[in-house]
């Protein structure tokens, strides 16, 4: 059974930083990639980043591209979410997935969320 579980999240204001973190269990994520997705308010949930399983592939949004970063330690079988210069817009739950093969494409477990609050 896989377990995704997200950790980091928190109020945080305008122009601050937080580092999200995603730790997986229950099989060996070889060849597995590893996303972010997040869902504001009133809104439907939204990709914001994915890695490969060797990490030599990112992909972002556009919204968050030059002030999130994706990384993973496979060791750890643990995914982070760096994240800078935040803005009131990216209030939201915060959701770790992570999938087979290609980062790209719909991603098949997901852990339960966290929470990221930005105060302008």
């Known amino acids: 059974q896989v377990q995704l579980v997200e950790s980091g999240g928190g109020l945080v204001q305008a122009g601050g930083s937080l580092r999200l973190s995603c730790a997986a269990s229950?099989?060996?994520?070889?060849?597995?990639?590893m996303g972010w997705f997040r869902q504001a308010p009133g809104k439907e949930r939204e990709f914001v980043a994915a890695?490969?399983?060797?990490?030599?592939?990112?992909y972002y949004a556009d919204s968050v591209k030059g002030r999130f970063t994706i990384s993973r330690d496979n060791a750890k079988n643990t995914v982070y979410l760096q994240m800078n210069s935040l803005e009131a817009e990216d209030t939201a739950v915060y959701y770790c997935?992570?999938?087979?093969?290609?980062?790209?494409?719909?991603?098949?477990?997901w852990g339960l969320g966290t929470h990221v609050t930005v105060s302008s």
């Open positions: 997935a992570t999938k087979r093969g290609s980062l790209y494409g719909s991603y098949d477990y």
């Open positions: 229950g099989r060996t994520f070889s060849n597995y990639a």
């Open positions: 890695i490969s399983w060797g990490a030599g592939s990112t």
